[in-house]
Nanobody, 128 residues
């Protein structure tokens, strides 16, 4: 089973950019679909984006479409989340997650329970 370590969070201002990374350990890391979720204080964890095992299947939450981009480097076993035009409502703890299951669609990967492994999270704070 892989282990996930997120990095790249921080405090930024509205309109700024951040790039989060998620390093996956283990030889089978490339066989996992990878997702990013976030959780604001007092709210449930919500889907942000995911990328399939081959890097072609992707989906984004409506709230981040056009601003966030997910990518993966299977040689480095790392997934990236480029976040541009950040807004205060993007504030929260961002979690990287890995799912062993392969599914050709996208809806399944928007669900928290699809994922088998979670990172510890990294805080993103966007000030207005």
């Amino acid at each position: 089973q892989v282990q996930l370590v997120e990095a790249g969070g921080g405090l930024v201002q509205t309109g700024d950019s951040l790039r989060l990374s998620c390093a996956a350990s283990g030889r089978t890391a490339s066989s996992y679909a990878m997702g990013w979720f976030r959780q604001a204080p007092g709210k449930e964890r919500e889907f942000v984006t995911f990328i399939g095992q081959d890097g072609r299947n992707k989906d984004y939450a409506d709230s981040v479409k056009g601003r966030f981009t997910i990518s993966r480097d299977n040689v480095k076993n790392t997934v990236y989340l480029q976040m541009n035009s950040l807004k205060p409502e993007d504030t929260g703890v961002y979690y990287c997650a890995a799912a062993r299951v392969y599914y050709s669609g996208t809806a399944f990967y928007t669900l928290v329970h699809t994922y088998d492994v979670w990172g510890q999270g990294t805080q993103v704070t966007v000030s207005s």
